[in-house]
């Protein structure tokens, strides 16, 4: 679906940034959002969170496995604990891999209206 102005935007473009504005117009997926999030200055500590998120889902999933298999109360309430622990760190890395995906997203957006911008005020001048 387009519109007049970023019909008009596009056709005044030189061919470099029409490719640039083409890219930036075009909507990313999950996973391409998640792979681009991961590029970047933070790379490290983006790819830590990630593995640290699949530690922690290991770990749950023993912390279950071995509740489910004890007799003691007392010792099935610790495993339930060490879950809930195991369970809240999982959600805690996720939500900070989804903002991250939310910034990278809300970037893309401000530099397509940054472009769109720059082209509007030359076009302004002339």
């Known amino acids: ?57 290991i770990l749950a999933a023993y912390c279950v496995w071995r509740f489910v298999h004890t007799e003691d109360v007392r010792a099935a309430m610790n495993w339930m604990l060490a879950f809930s622990a195991a369970f809240l760190s999982i959600a805690m890395f996720k939500m900070y891999f989804w903002m991250e995906m939310n910034k990278v997203a809300l970037m893309r957006e401000i530099k397509r209206l940054e472009l769109q911008l720059s082209v509007w005020t030359e076009q302004q001048k002339s």
């Open 1 to 57: 679906m387009s519109n007049p102005l970023d019909d008009a935007i596009r056709q005044s473009l030189s061919s470099e940034d029409r490719k640039l504005y083409d890219e930036l117009e075009s909507d990313m997926n999950i996973p391409e959002l998640m792979l681009s999030s991961i590029q970047g200055r933070n790379r490290g500590i983006k790819v830590f969170a990630i593995i640290m998120s699949f530690l922690f889902t």
